[in-house]
C-alpha cells in the first residue's frame, strides 16, 4: 500500500504543475511569434520586413505573463491568513491557531 500524499506535498506538486504550465505557454508564445515573422509567400527562405517587431512583441508578451504568474500567488491576503498542517492529524489550521480545532491537539 502506497502512503498518500501530504497537503504539502499536494500543494508543492501544484505549484510545479502551475509553473510548468506557464512555461509552456511563455515558449509556446515565444515560438509562435518567430513562425509569425517569417515570410510564407517567399520562394526563398526569408523573414519578414518586420520580423524584428514581431519578436521584440512575442517576447514582451511572454515576459508579462510570465512576471504576472510568478506575482499572482504572492497576495497580500495571503500573508494575512497563513496556513499550516496539524503534526497530529494532519489537517489544514490557520498560522496563528494554538490548538487544532480537528484534534484539539495543541501547537507549539
Not at 512575442?58 to 497563513?82: E, H, K, N, P, T
Request: proline share 7%; aromatic share 12%; glycine share 6%.
Amino acid at each position: 500500500m502506497v502512503p498518500s500524499a501530504t497537503p504539502e506535498e499536494r500543494s508543492q506538486k501544484e505549484r510545479e504543475r502551475k509553473a510548468a504550465t506557464v512555461m509552456m505557454v511563455v515558449f509556446f508564445i515565444i515560438g509562435l511569434s518567430v513562425v509569425l515573422s517569417y515570410d510564407w509567400r517567399s520562394p526563398t527562405p526569408a523573414f519578414r520586413p518586420d520580423a524584428g517587431t514581431v519578436i521584440l512583441f512575442g517576447i514582451l508578451v511572454a515576459a508579462i505573463i510570465y512576471i504576472a504568474a510568478r506575482y499572482a500567488g504572492q497576495d497580500d491576503w495571503q500573508s494575512r491568513f497563513r496556513l499550516r498542517f496539524c503534526p497530529n492529524c494532519g489537517r489544514q489550521i490557520r498560522f496563528d491557531a494554538t490548538v487544532c480545532p480537528y484534534c484539539n491537539h495543541g501547537l507549539p
